[in-house]
């Protein structure tokens, strides 16, 4: 368990490069205990609150002009950011915000991500998926009941879809993690609204995905045909999605 004694970590020590990510008294109440993942657009810390819930910390990076052109496709179309400024400093503010509504609407709707907490600017708070590390993600996992594991997220898949009114739109092994035989899904900045244009193409990409990575493993004897398991997921019945998985070979 980790300790509160943990040095507690001003803004000017952890967030030189980054502006203004939250408010003093906010920054005050977390105890940081050190980033436990980086990329190019974000890094991720692990915090403590004041509860003593260990919590992620996802910042980010507002300097990467990048990662702003590689976004705005997903954000353009969705009726809740239309009005947008387009400098790069505005798109990635919405960016957290976008990720933190698509959490709210996925967890809300019986698929299990990380909890949303909060988010501010370009900062976004929510559970940590793991005890002092990061939870292992499925392709590093030998997955105790694979058969299991594959009707679990096609449920996630057809739950996003039909409650959430999400998709995913980048749903792999890489964004999947295991934690005491719980499957974890991560990483919502890129889900859309299903009214999107691009909505039934992601989805199916989705689809292709996750059968594909089950198939690869030798969980499915044959690459099953996404056409079918497509016409599954679109049907409102949960039970569906269920019946199709179990009926694979």
Known sequence: MVKRDERRVKDEDLFKTVEEVFDKATLEALYYLGAVAAGKESKLYLALSPQEELIAVKIYLTSSSEFRKGIVKYIDGDPRFRHVKRDTRSIIYTWA??????????????????????????????????DEAPAPIMKEVELEDPRGALETLMVYIHRLYHKAKLV??????????????????????????????????????????????????????????????????????????????????
């Open 168 to 249: 995913h739109g980048d749903l792999s092994e890489y964004n999947v993690m295991v934690r005491g035989g719980e499957l974890v899904i991560f990483d919502f900045g890129q889900a859309m609204l299903t009214s999107h244009p691009m909505a039934i193409e992601l989805l199916r990409r989705d689809v292709a995905n996750v059968l594909h990575y089950f198939h690869r493993i030798g969980e499915l004897e044959e690459e099953p045909s996404i056409d079918e398991a497509m016409k599954a997921v679109l049907k409102p019945e949960e039970e569906a999605v269920k019946q199709y998985v179990r009926k694979l070979p």
């Open 97 to 130: 915000q976008k990720e933190f509504k698509n959490l709210e609407r996925a967890y809300e709707a019986g698929v299990r991500v990380p909890r949303p907490i909060a988010v501010y600017r370009n900062v976004l708070v929510m559970e940590f998926i793991g």
